[in-house]
């Protein structure tokens, strides 16, 4: 599955994981003093580091899966389809609203960056200037004209 990202985006998932393989070097560390003060059934800081160590190994797979399928969004939109890095801009029932398409890490609704998994970007994803897109969404169906596309 595509991680669609920008280049920004690719050196910021980088240094993500570059943070979080120190952590788990750092919850190795507090494991290995914790199992230094003896028992470990009722040691609070070996239980409170293994927890964290399974979190910080989780959320390090997690980003590697999305660093390796890291897809670059091109700078460059072809103005006739959209698709991933476009920009739009829209009529949604009489309202004039611009969005940029990204991928779902690079979202930011408020300042106008929608993922392409969102139910307006999936739907205006592969159409053109001029048509009008019914997008499904938790609300009810709205109609969506593709003013501008670029």
Known sequence: MSNY???AGLVKLKEQLKEI?????????????AREMGDLSENAEYHEA???QSYLASKEVDIEQKIKNAQII??????DIINVGCAVEI???GEKVSYQIVG???AD??????????PIGSALVGH????TVAVKTPIGVTNCKILKIG
């Open 50 to 52: 293994k927890n964290e």
């Open 109 to 118: 609704p408020i300042n106008g960056r929608i993922s392409v998994d969102s």
């Open 5 to 7: 990202v920008t280049e």
């Open 91 to 93: 009529d949604d029932d």
């Open 21 to 33: 393989k120190l952590k788990l070097k750092e919850a190795s560390r507090k494991i290995k003093d």
């Open 128 to 131: 053109k200037k001029g048509e």
């Open 104 to 106: 779902s890490d690079e």
């Open 74 to 79: 091109s700078k460059e939109c072809k103005t």
